[in-house]
């Protein structure tokens, strides 16, 4: 059974650095790409970026690149999701999301497995 | 305002059928890339609801079917139950924002 347990909620000030993680197990962490999704409080969902950890490929919503970075360590199968320097603009519920398929092109992919979520307050 | 317009809302009575839309363009769901559709029940993580095989992951019944056309698409709700109350997203990939983009949502009222 595919599972991913989120890190639990943080509060930060603005300014401060923060990284989240996401355990996951029950697959071949290597062989999926494996990202982020957040959500505003009370919108919708906005794709972060994803990894393949892999090779370690990386890609970004162009949205928020430059303001997040997302690491994988194969040696615990974990994905994390990091700030240098958070702002307030940042408070939100964070999910860690796996694509369905083990295909590198992630283009056509669904989510087909979430997080709990880690609710981010700054 | 995505680039994947939803209603906001919609509404049927218990064993209705009711249909969710989700319009794109040439960059997305025209591009051709898939279209999938997710449901968020209050407090909870969204799930995927049907991908864009038209697959259903293990649990979902066969009441929720997709289909698309073009540069759109649409999720049909059978024999509708209270218990569909939640808020539906569709989600593809734009190859102009080169990243992958969700609907706004839409909140599936039971009457």
């Known amino acids: 059974e595919v599972q991913m347990v989120q890190t639990g909620a943080e509060v930060r000030e603005a300014g401060e650095s923060l990284k989240i993680s996401c355990q996951t197990s029950?697959?071949?962490?290597?062989?999926?790409?494996i990202g982020w999704v957040r959500q505003l409080p009370g919108k919708g969902l906005e794709w972060l970026g994803l990894?393949?950890?892999?090779?370690?490929?990386?890609r970004y919503n162009p949205s928020f690149q430059g303001h997040v970075t997302i690491s994988a360590d194969m040696s615990t199968n974990a994905v994390y999701l990091q700030w240098s320097r958070l702002e307030a603009s940042d408070t939100a519920n964070y999910y860690c999301?796996?694509?369905?398929?083990?295909?590198?092109?992630?283009?056509?992919?669904?989510?087909?497995?979430w997080g709990q979520g880690t609710l981010v307050t700054v | 305002q995505s680039v994947l317009t939803q209603p906001p809302s919609v509404s049927g009575t218990p064993g209705q059928r009711v249909t969710i839309s989700c319009t794109g363009s040439?960059?997305?769901?025209?591009?051709?890339?898939?279209l999938h559709w997710y449901r968020q029940l209050p407090g909870e993580a969204p799930k995927l609801l049907i991908d864009?095989?038209?697959n259903r992951p293990s649990g979902v019944p066969e009441r929720f079917s997709a289909s698309k056309s073009d540069t759109s698409a649409s999720l049909a709700i059978t024999g509708l139950q209270a218990a569909d109350e939640a808020v539906y997203y569709c989600?593809?990939?734009?190859?102009?924002?080169?990243?992958?983009?969700f609907g706004d949502g839409t909140t599936l009222t039971v009457l």
């Open positions: 999301v796996r694509l369905r398929r083990n295909t590198y092109d992630f283009m056509w992919g669904s989510f087909l497995y």
């Open positions: 029950g697959y071949s962490f290597r062989e999926y790409w």
């Open positions: 990894i393949f950890p892999g090779d370690s490929d990386t």
């Open positions: 040439m960059s997305n769901i025209g591009a051709p890339y898939d």
């Open positions: 864009g095989d038209n």
């Open positions: 989600q593809s990939y734009d190859r102009s924002l080169d990243a992958f983009v």
